[in-house]
């Protein structure tokens, strides 16, 4: 009798956390390279009997619990800026940024320079090229940033080209296992790095959130519905509970 | 439940999304305005299961993980430095900047502050002063009698003086550029002081090694799109209004627990 309770609690809490997921994306809808999370769940089966002392086997209860959170890759919309020093990347290939406590990765190409012309990110991580940080002269201007990520500037008043370096584009087997660290930021831990040879860098492009509001409302409503449903189920069975307490204590006159 | 504050956090940075985008509305004419995007990072997450982890005695490793986020948080307001259109006003005094730096102006308490307003004018001692009455560096003073102001792409200020047929060169208006322009602090006025991270003040002279040239009698409008600040605006109240409607759904299935067993 109270396997139903226990089923719906365990339902109750996915559910919960699901919620707190939905709630994330929604709330990074505006966040520059922002991948959004979705929950996957299993069936836990329990026999609620140990002992098989019964003649036919005892079923199992079958409980839920969320096995994992499995992260959208897919490219978000492009957003033209017109700012030299924004990047998208068109391509499942990651910025490399140096972070406080080593490599981390990003697809948020908001860039800027700081006081010493170092190209870095909006937290002022340093911005990663194939030859260490990319860094600009004082003089330079029309800087240009090639699909490959080959960095160029004009240098005073030269009308060729100089390189400043060429932005980093990592690539890894399988980007869903990147751990998320917050500010935009991802740990590669023990994956294998690639140099991505597909993937292009756009420059005066920002990459938006991937986030399907659409999606992301129906999914919310559809939890909230399974929820209450599963609330409902639990006072219906308590009334049960209850009427049968109250119909077997009932003393017969 | 987390997945109201997560909510709320969301609110919270759509709000400063909808400040930040009607400061650039309510600045699209002002002379030399640069618009701000407002730029937001994920919260950190709580690794209710951390993928990776060993799964069972077998050493089966877990293929995901269940990550929860935390939420969002606002992590600056850039500003895009891009250069505005100019439109012609024929006044004689009026400078815009194509290209990179800005106006230096010296202030009444002796610091530099830098703009790209260039809606200059001739103040009682015929000194080119910004409409604030701030001189321009270095400092310009225009003959009483002087006729003919013509300012060069160099920045060269030369007036015709009476009883003269050429023109002479009075002085020169500097340009000075940052590394990192972006990084200057404003401070209204359509001012800016220098920050550490904007990096020192490089004076120079106007068209040359990467300054801009200066154009007179033109000014340079704000740099503001009002379509693209219009999509924006719109998309961030969207974004508010779905964040709210977390809150109210989460509200709903805790209330659903709370009604329980009644």
Known sequence: ?253 | MQALHTAATGMAAQELNVQVISNNIANLRTTGFKKQTAAFQDLIYEHVRRVGAQASDQGTILPVGVDVGGGVKTVGTPRSMTQGTLSQTGNDLDLAISGEGFFKILMPDGTYQYTRDGTFQMDNQGRVVTAQGNPVQPTITIPNNASGIAVSEQGQVSVTLPGSSTSSIIGQIGVTRFINKAGLQPVGSNLFTETPASGAPQDGTANSEGYGKLTQGSLEQANVDVVSEMSDLIAAQRAYEMNAKVISAADQMMQSTTALFR
């Not at chain 1, 919620?19 to 996957?40: I, P």
């Not at chain 1, 990347?89 to 990003?106: L, S």
């Open chain 1, 1 to 253: 009798m109270q396997n139903a309770l226990l089923i719906g609690l365990s339902r109750q809490m996915t559910l919960e956390r699901q919620m707190d997921v939905v709630a994330n994306n929604v709330a990074n809808a505006n966040t520059n390279g922002f991948k959004a999370d979705h929950s996957l769940f299993e069936e836990f089966l329990n026999s609620n009997a140990r002992e098989d002392n019964f003649i036919a086997s005892d079923r199992k209860v079958s409980y839920v619990q969320d096995r994992g959170t499995f992260r959208d890759v897919g490219q978000g919309p492009m957003e033209p800026t017109n700012n030299p020093l924004d990047m998208a990347i068109d391509g499942n290939a990651f910025f490399a940024v140096q972070a406080n406590g080593g490599e981390r990765y990003t697809r948020d190409g908001k860039f800027s320079l700081n006081s010493t012309g170092q190209l870095v990110t909006s937290d002022g991580n340093l911005v990663l090229g194939t030859g260490g940080p990319i860094t600009f002269q004082p003089t330079d201007h029309d800087i240009n940033v090639a699909p490959d990520g080959t960095v160029t500037v004009l240098e005073g008043t030269a009308r060729t080209d100089s390189i400043r370096g060429k932005i980093r584009m990592a690539s890894f087997d399988d980007p869903a296992k990147l751990t998320k660290l917050g500010a935009n930021l991802y740990d590669a831990g023990s994956a294998v790095i690639q140099a991505d040879a597909k993937s292009v860098v756009r420059q005066g492009y920002i990459e938006k959130s991937n986030v399907n509001s659409v999606g992301e409302m129906s999914r919310m409503v559809e939890v909230m519905r399974s929820y209450t449903a599963i609330a409902n189920l639990l006072q219906q069975q308590s009334d049960l509970h209850k009427s049968a307490i109250e119909k077997l204590a009932d003393v017969p006159a």
